[in-house]
């Protein structure tokens, strides 16, 4: 396997581990843990798709980056909750 494979197997790993970790109620979608998850797999599956020059999975990984990057963000903006 090449180094682009590696790249690409990285960042789906990072994709499916958080999206299993959801699904068995070890971390919630709203978690800093599955929003890093899925914004860095999301961006490390990107890069891999860019330099194979794969226009879907670049546009699919790209949104997929592009919206988890905004629920990111939306997190840290979050005021505590006051007592």
């Not at 860095?40 to 999975?57: D, E, K, M, R, V």
Request: aromatic letters at 12%; charged letters at 10%.
């Amino acid at each position: 396997m090449s180094a682009v494979d590696w790249t690409g197997f990285a960042g789906v790993s990072l994709l499916v581990a958080a999206y299993l970790l959801n699904l068995l109620n070890v971390i919630k979608k709203d978690s800093l843990t599955y929003l890093l998850a899925n914004t860095l797999g999301a961006g490390i599956a990107c890069l891999a798709s860019y330099l194979l020059h794969y226009l879907p999975f670049i546009l699919l990984e790209g949104c997929w980056s592009l919206v988890s990057l905004i629920a990111l963000i939306r997190f840290f903006q979050q005021k505590p909750a006051r007592s």
